[in-house]
Nanobody
Framework: QVQLVESGGGSVEPGGSLTLSCTAS????????MGWYRQAPGREREGVAT???????AFANSVKGRFAISRDNAKSAIYLQMNRVEPDDTAVYYC???????????????????WGKGTPVTISS
């Protein structure tokens, strides 16, 4: 129904910046919530940032003030601008979305029915 492809992952020094992209294809109309989640080895998946259809954003406390999320509906894409990255930001980052009009925020993925394969981000010095 919806396919998501992430890009932009890679390696960056602590304190540096990186921008991730996610492009959706298929039935992209009426996608309510889109967001970024991440999973580090040995850890549970955690939400990073979300953005709803009106452009309202929400961030995990761990990235608040450092990351920004944006949405381009014409391109069916979202982006994650990562600034002042830290070693704990190392993880595989996943793009997710869905049609369900549930709470849109990084504390849940309940309404996220479609997921990308992920793009790895490594923060190291």
């Amino acid at each position: 129904q919806v396919q998501l492809v992430e890009s932009g992952g890679g390696s960056v020094e602590p304190g540096g910046s990186l921008t991730l992209s996610c492009t959706a294809s298929g039935h992209t109309a009426s996608l309510y919530c889109m967001g970024w989640y991440r999973q580090a080895p040995g850890r549970e998946r955690e939400g990073v940032a979300t953005i709803d259809e009106d452009g309202v954003t929400a961030f995990a406390n761990s990235v608040k003030g450092r990351f920004a999320i944006s949405r381009d509906n014409a391109k069916s894409a979202i982006y994650l601008q990562m600034n002042r990255v830290e070693p704990d930001d190392t993880a595989v980052y996943y793009c997710a979305t869905g049609y369900q009009r549930l709470w849109c925020g990084p504390t849940t993925s309940e309404g996220m029915d479609f997921w990308g394969k992920g793009t790895p981000v490594t923060i190291s010095s």
